[in-house]
């Protein structure tokens, strides 16, 4: 499967912006797609995401409330709406999918096998 994400930019504090995640290629019923961010120095981290099933969707304690993820199936492209932006959610985003993945993982990066090329959101204060 290969994913393109797309819709990062430069926002001010408090703005909005959309990430797009579009997959191609082999996808399956059964297939856990995720959005993790990495800023300078930091670790890869877990934002949103859906479990293999789709059924649950989870988020990083920041961001709940602010972020919400979205898919369309007709599309096979999953969202990202991100609002009330602060500095601190600066960083490139990435999207990753996974058909084995289990939801006790679905935070680690080590379980994606499948990687966008990432986009890089900035927010200034």
């Known amino acids: 499967v290969q994913l393109q994400a797309s819709g990062g930019g430069l926002v001010q504090a408090g703005g909005s912006l959309k990430l797009s995640c579009a997959a191609s290629g082999r996808t399956s019923s059964s297939y856990a797609i995720a959005w993790f961010r990495q800023s300078p120095g930091k670790e890869r981290e877990y934002v949103a995401g859906?479990?293999?099933?789709?059924?649950?969707?989870y988020y990083e304690d920041s961001v709940k409330g602010r972020f919400t993820i979205s898919r369309d199936n007709a599309k096979n492209t999953v969202y990202l709406q991100m609002n009330s932006l602060r500095p601190e959610d600066t960083a490139v985003y990435y999207c990753?999918?996974?058909?084995?993945?289990?939801?006790?993982?679905?935070?680690?990066?080590?379980?994606?096998?499948?990687w966008g090329q990432g986009t890089q959101v900035t927010v200034s204060s």
């Open positions: 859906f479990s293999r099933t789709g059924g649950y969707t």
């Open positions: 990753a999918g996974s058909r084995s993945v289990i939801t006790s993982s679905l935070r680690d990066p080590r379980y994606y096998y499948d």
